[in-house]
């Protein structure tokens, strides 16, 4: 197999290294590449071009068993072909769960209905399946959602507590369970199909401390989630966006005979494909609603003075909707107190024209804002994660899988029986 190695348009075209067949992520990395990710993943230049990181291999250190996980794991995420497979076994499964559902009452309860779609007999709901999964490797069933942009040290410190990102604020391209997919993913590989904490002939941590472990001081220096999980211009699964895209059919990134595959592996998962559209496009036309009476409503003059740039209006616009969601629309008019919180008087307006368009729905007392990140909310009745109630989870998550019996609880999904 070829190295999966690219930057930009150069694509690596090197057998890849023979270590690679045991790790499972799909073709891996040539020897040379392996270095070169290696050297990358070490280095605290985060701003530097990948063609100016030095290829001489870093000195052992305390965390060089970490950077050879992550090593692993950014050659699976830029290898589609492998991520697909994985994506497609976690939807074959939730096929089983409608025909264990049909055949036995409610079957499953990961796969159950949710209360407001009984007559959908082929819906359920992602975010409790995905959570299921998630906790099987330990991962709390405390989340937090984000409604907006929060500062890069913030965002990976939420990482350290535990914390899967639910990106209900991100933009419509970038998609609400991107991040979740990606460790869905890396969860169902290094698990082997959630039968072992970690297979430990190939991985040296199990999921959950390796993304903990990514929200330490030591891997924000050097970027590594950016890299591995975040990385806005790339072209595979390292790129959130790109992940989220192709499940909604957009394969522009494609030639033709790539695209062909990637039609034919979304037509086998068209349940994640009919979330991913869903939520997708309706974001989209929000967004494209709110362009065009940005456009039209507002002079240039209006615009500039109030500091809101058409570039921004897509993730301030659905952020501030979906905060409004979880936690109450405020009074058409009451523009100063959201001016405050948000910044400028004409998002105000043009959310809550949209709000009517959309016909949006307050869930009230269901969220609540916390104090120290006015653009992150938990449920009402979570507790917060600290690095006291983490660090048990992650040596747990080293040694066995939470099998614990789960419920199912309105609005949390399923969650372990305390």
Request: aromatic residues 10%; hydrophobic residues 35%; proline residues 4%.
């Amino acid at each position: 197999m070829t190295c999966v190695f690219k930057r930009g348009a150069s694509i690596c075209q090197q057998p890849a290294s023979p270590e690679c067949e045991t790790w499972g992520v799909g073709a891996g990395f040539c020897a040379k590449h392996i270095d070169y990710v290696r050297a990358r993943l070490n280095s605290t230049n985060k701003s530097a071009p990948w063609s100016e990181e030095p290829l001489t291999k870093p000195v052992a250190g305390e965390h060089s068993d970490y950077i050879e996980d992550y090593i692993k794991l950014y050659a699976l995420m830029l290898d589609k072909t492998r991520c697909r497979e994985l994506m497609t076994a976690l939807g074959s499964e939730i096929l089983g769960g409608y025909k264990e559902r049909a055949n036995a009452g409610d079957g499953d309860a990961r796969f159950s209905r949710a209360n407001n779609r009984e007559t959908e007999q082929n819906y359920v709901r992602l975010s409790r399946v995905l959570e299921y999964y998630e906790g099987l490797c330990w991962f709390p069933t405390t989340h937090r959602v984000y409604t907006g942009s929060l500062t890069s040290e913030n965002y990976v410190q939420s990482i350290a507590l535990g914390y899967m990102p639910k990106d209900a604020g991100a933009g419509a391209r970038h998609g609400e369970y991107s991040h979740r997919l990606q460790w869905h993913i890396v969860m169902r590989l290094v698990t082997n199909g959630f039968e072992v904490a970690f297979h430990k002939d190939v991985w040296r941590h199990s999921p959950f401390d390796m993304f903990t472990t990514l929200g330490s001081e030591w891997a924000m220096e050097r970027g590594i989630w950016g890299v591995v999980f975040d990385n806005g211009s790339g072209l595979a699964y390292d790129n959130p966006a790109v992940l989220n895209m192709e499940l909604c059919g957009n394969f522009k990134w494609q030639a033709s005979k790539a695209e062909d595959d990637g039609k034919k592996w979304r037509s086998q998962n068209k349940l994640l494909a009919i979330n991913a559209t869903r939520r997708s496009g309706k974001r989209l036309a929000i967004f494209e609603y709110g362009k065009q009476l940005y456009k039209t409503d507002y002079s240039a003059t209006d615009r500039s003075g109030d500091g809101l740039a058409e570039a921004g209006l897509e993730m301030e616009l659905i952020g501030l909707l979906q905060k409004w969601k979880k936690l109450g629309r405020p009074a058409h008019g009451l523009t100063n107190q959201i001016a405050n919180e948000k910044g400028n008087r004409i998002l105000n307006e043009i959310a809550h024209q949209a709000w009517f368009k959309f016909g949006l729905q307050t869930k009230p007392n269901t969220y609540l804002q916390e104090n120290n990140e006015p653009n992150a909310m938990l449920l009402v009745g979570d507790k917060p994660m600290t690095l006291q109630l983490v660090s048990p989870r992650v040596q747990a998550s080293c040694a066995m899988l939470n099998t614990a019996d789960y419920k199912y609880v309105e609005t949390r999904g399923a969650m372990p029986r305390q």
